[in-house]
């Protein structure tokens, strides 16, 4: 990946629903679903230093599907495809 995360930020790639109907049958269209927020991580920063210098492990890895804040992040378009840097404070939990 060409994009490489500073600190505690992580690059996610979302998710997006293919569900474009309700249950009872009427279309979604795209502008008025809401944003995903479930996403593959697809880079991961070093992490965050802690008070004395020493860096911090990270909590999640490269291929994780994670669950993160609504307004979170900064959108980013890299070759064509869109990414969501974000803080990993911003990630609320790892989806198996």
């Keep these: 990946m060409k994009l490489q995360p500073l600190g505690d930020r992580v690059v996610v790639k979302a998710v997006e629903d293919n569900e474009s109907r309700t249950a009872s049958g009427l279309v979604i269209p795209d502008t008025a679903k809401e ?39 900064t959108e980013v378009k890299l070759d064509g495809d869109e990414y969501l840097v974000l803080s990993e404070r911003d990630i609320l939990a790892i989806v198996n």
């Design 35 to 73: 944003k995903p927020q479930i996403g593959e991580v697809m880079a991961v920063g070093p992490g965050a230093r802690d008070d004395d210098g020493d860096r911090m492990e990270m909590e999640v890895s490269v291929g994780d599907r994670v669950l993160y804040s609504k307004f979170a992040g």
